[in-house]
């Protein structure tokens, strides 16, 4: 059964928060040794509290400061590449809700300009449509028309690469055009009436 979730806010009793503290702070610990021991990463915590005289450290105070100085020692840009503060996270979240935000807007255009195109098939007047519902109106039946049009020309090469591969051979008269190709002007019906003969 999985553990109740708790909400996050300042507990108003003077022992709990303590007992809190103590019981997240084993519980991060836990978790930094997992992520070290399973991904094979230098990785260190340090926790500073009003209940405890000296900041707790894992996994020891000098293995600790070799992990600092390896962080100190990255390029600058390494160093920030991944750090974020609480203004660079609202940004983030405030970007990712504005683009959402627009696709759905887009998809309900869209869905908005489908609505009307089937309505002025079915005979609806334009009258007392906004020009932008016009101009889109009018891009979404050239962009279909288009695509119609490239569909139909696909179709137009698919049905003359079959007529081709499927076509016949003709069979051809051995005594056809004989006269022009011995070179000289005798009638073909000449030939055949000679071949007759012999």
């Known amino acids: 059964m999985s553990r109740k979730r708790v909400k996050l806010q300042w ?9 809190m503290y103590k019981k997240r702070v084993k519980g991060l610990m836990k978790k930094v040794r ?15 509290s009003q209940y405890q005289p000296e900041p707790e450290v894992w996994p020891s105070p000098t293995e600790v400061e070799q992990v600092v100085a390896l962080f100190r020692n990255l390029p600058k840009n390494d160093r ?4 974020l503060n609480q203004e660079i996270f609202i940004w983030q979240r405030i970007l990712k809700a504005r683009v959402e935000a627009m ?3 887009m998809k309900n255009r869209k869905k908005e300009i489908e609505n009307l195109r089937t309505q002025c098939l079915g005979g609806r007047v334009l009258e007392g449509l906004e020009s932008k519902d016009v101009l889109d109106l009018t891009c979404a039946i050239d962009n279909q028309l288009e695509a119609v049009n490239k569909r139909i020309e696909n ?20 005594n056809e055009n004989l ?20």
């Open 103 to 105: 696709k759905q807007f």
């Open 80 to 83: 920030i590449k991944k750090v």
């Open 155 to 174: 179709l137009r090469l698919d049905v003359a690469v079959d007529a081709l591969n499927n076509q016949p051979l003709k069979e051809q008269n051995p």
């Open 179 to 198: 006269g022009n190709e011995l070179g000289d002007g005798v009638d073909s019906d000449f030939w055949s009436d000679l071949l007759k003969l012999s």
């Open 34 to 48: 997992e992520l070290s021991t399973l991904c094979g990463v230098d990785a260190c915590l340090i926790t500073y």
């Open 11 to 19: 507990v108003e009793d003077n022992a709990a928060p303590k007992a």
